[in-house]
């Protein structure tokens, strides 16, 4: 065995942001309901400074710069729920509140291997279904969610706890 796990199982909860205690509570949450069927965005890009140091004519300092992150986008199945829609449509109407997210990536059993938890979502797209009357494919909606850091969390359920608490907190 590899020791390779398949990125085909996996789950995302989300939970306000407004107060820090629901934060770590709903990083114990069940899942969103529906499931989805694809999370893409699990991205960091350091940008890199370059300074061009007068008299130095062979080489270009380079210096880390400022991390960003694509929107993270959320495909599932068009279920019952209308969840992220409505979580969509507060902030239409002005008065939505922030999510943090936690995808995690699990393995045969069910155990999470890997957790990526996102800080102060903001939902910034969603998009429904095309209608097609000609087809037999399953309609899907999909939500983009714009943050302020990406996070890989470790250590089982008291690593989860700690690392929710620094990413509330300010810390990496």
Do not use: Y
């Amino acid at each position: 065995m590899s020791g390779l796990v398949g990125g085909f199982n996996f789950t995302v909860r989300l939970v306000e942001t407004a107060k820090p205690a629901s934060a770590v509570i709903g990083s114990f949450a069940p899942p969103v309901a529906g499931g989805f069927s694809e999370v893409s965005g699990l991205e960091a890009t350091m940008a890199v400074d370059e300074w061009r140091e007068g008299g130095r004519n062979d080489a270009v300092l380079r210096f880390p710069g400022r991390v960003t992150h694509p929107p993270i986008k959320l495909r599932r199945g068009l279920a019952v729920s209308k969840e992220l829609w409505t979580w969509h449509e507060t902030f239409l109407q002005g008065r939505g509140r922030r999510r943090d997210g936690v995808v995690e990536l699990l393995d045969d059993t069910g155990e999470a291997v890997c957790r990526w938890r996102f800080r102060r979502g903001l939902p910034v797209r969603w998009s429904g279904p095309a209608l097609v009357a000609t087809s037999s494919a399953v309609a899907v909606e999909e939500l983009e969610i714009v943050h302020e850091g990406l996070f890989v969390q470790t250590g089982g359920a008291l690593g989860e706890l700690l690392n929710t608490v620094t990413s509330i907190f300010g810390g990496p």
